[in-house]
């Protein structure tokens, strides 16, 4: 399955909005996936045989459950279902256990969840190697809220792809994520301060959504 990683969606969600632009990207990068999923990819050999390896998680499988190709969803959901038919019996306790071990390994898994972060790796190193290449990168990269917990993290894990500047890209990094996430918690201080009579008729100001952005910031976007 051939999802092209450019440079483009990173020029155009690095901007001044929302809590994390690494979970815009990863949204879209989602859309693209499901919907390879219920058109192409589906009836390709290797990607079926993935599905029936992998399966999908029960939010990616209610993503395509609630799109148009339910035929699609159909057919996959009949080969994975196969798949885990195989691993069912059980005879006596010892050999339950290791089909409980088995089953509970061949559930937890997902396609979509493996398809879409490695995708993601490659935009963390992507960023990285925009920022040592191209200068004018450095201003997009500071132009964003900082990004939520889940991609920081991606961030630094990748950061050597920035070679010789790596040390510049981690104060950057570092010094944003601490500026945002420094600016979130006064925007809380201050939902908070405003249950205080004394404070009624101050206005709340961008407090008034600061809890659902915390949400972005510790735990990324929903996925739907
Ligand atoms: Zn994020
Ligand atoms: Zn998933």
């Not at 450095?138 to 040390?167: D, I, N, P």
Request: aromatic residues 8%.
């Amino acid at each position: 399955m051939g999802y092209h990683i450019g440079t483009a969606l990173i020029l155009q969600e690095f901007k001044p909005a929302g809590e994390c632009p690494l979970c815009r990207i990863e949204k879209i990068v989602n859309e693209n996936i499901l919907f390879q999923f219920l058109n192409d990819a589906v009836m390709e050999d290797d990607t079926r045989a993935r599905v029936n390896k992998l399966g999908f998680c029960a939010e990616h499988f209610d993503m395509l459950f609630a799109r148009q190709n339910k035929l699609s969803v159909a057919l996959q959901a009949i080969t994975r279902t196969n798949t885990l038919k195989k691993h069912i019996a059980a005879k006596d306790a010892k050999s339950a256990k290791k089909a409980a071990d088995t089953l509970k390994k061949l559930t937890s898994t997902c396609i979509v969840c493996d398809i879409v972060n490695d995708h993601m790796v490659r935009y963390a190193k992507t960023i990285a190697q925009m920022y040592a290449k191209e200068p004018s990168f450095r201003e997009k990269l500071l132009s964003t809220k900082g990004f939520c917990m889940k991609h920081y993290v991606s961030l630094l894990e990748h950061a050597s792809l920035a070679g010789g500047k790596a040390k510049d890209y981690l104060a950057d990094l570092t010094k944003l994520e601490a500026e945002h996430l420094d600016r979130m918690t006064d925007e809380l201080q201050w939902f908070c301060d405003k249950h205080d009579y004394r404070n009624r008729e101050k206005p709340l100001g961008s407090s008034a959504d600061a809890l659902p952005r915390i949400r972005v910031k510790l735990y990324g976007e929903k996925k739907q």
